[in-house]
């Protein structure tokens, strides 16, 4: 089965500083990885996928996110904060054979901007 | 060209009765996946449609089901509902060309 574990249920960055999300997953095939964002009341957006392609995957407002198959990880990054970038980010996984079979999310990671 | 679209935005039920929401996708997609998202976790894989079949299903009751139309819209319907079904009731829709699936705003069901 496939799974996916963020670490770090709240992350706070100061206004224009780095911002780093952590993802891991597990899977015995080669993964779909997505990373989605969620604003207040409202429904999941995309940011970024990885699909197989280019390890190291740009994707809207600045983050990118780099796959590393030796680490299980898809690590999600913006070099610098902005304040609306404050938000809730899941990491998810699908596959084996497509990107639009189930999606298994993460708990997600809540992030705060501080001004 | 419109994203995906559900209804009601929000709905208020208690507790034994049935629910039915609605999705539709966006143009040119035909698979619809619904998710469920209780307060402060990640999105619940509950099944997908495609064909107007259910081609994949994940860890929920038979309470749960779903209908696909001709026209790829779909619907879901909780029957018997429970206090811990009160959540958001994501729906998203995919291509077959398409490595992703794209989110519609979700249904905020509460149950009492």
């Known amino acids: 089965a496939q799974s996916v574990t963020q670490l770090g249920s709240h992350v706070s960055v100061s206004e224009g500083a780095l911002v780093l999300l952590r993802c891991n997953y597990s899977?015995?095939?080669?993964?779909?990885l997505f990373w989605y964002v969620q604003y207040p009341n409202q429904g999941l957006q995309l940011l970024l996928k990885?699909?197989?392609?280019?390890?190291l995957v740009k994707g809207i407002n600045g983050f990118e996110a780099e796959f590393k198959k030796s680490e299980t990880s898809f690590h999600l990054t913006k070099p610098s904060a902005h304040m609306s970038d404050a938000a809730e980010y899941f990491c998810a996984v699908s596959g084996p054979n497509f990107g639009n079979e189930k999606l298994t999310f993460g708990t997600g990671t809540r992030l705060t901007i501080i001004p | 060209d419109a994203g995906v679209t559900q209804s009601p935005t929000h709905l208020i039920k208690t507790r034994g009765q049935q629910v039915t929401l609605r999705c539709s996708p966006k143009?040119?997609?035909?698979?619809v996946s619904w998710y469920q998202q209780a307060l402060g976790q990640g999105p619940q894989f509950i099944f997908q449609?495609?064909?107007?079949?259910?081609?994949q299903r994940g860890n929920f009751p038979d309470r749960f089901s779903g209908h696909q139309f001709p026209n790829y819209s779909s619907e879901l319907n909780v029957n018997a509902l429970l206090l811990g079904d009160s959540a958001l009731y994501l729906c998203?829709?995919?291509?077959?060309?398409?490595?992703?699936?794209?989110f519609g705003p979700g249904t905020r069901l509460t149950v009492l």
């Open positions: 899977s015995s095939v080669p993964p779909y």
């Open positions: 449609y495609y064909e107007e079949e259910e081609r």
């Open positions: 990885y699909t197989s392609a280019a390890t």
């Open positions: 998203a829709s995919s291509g077959t060309s398409y490595n992703e699936q794209f």
């Open positions: 143009s040119g997609h035909d698979t």
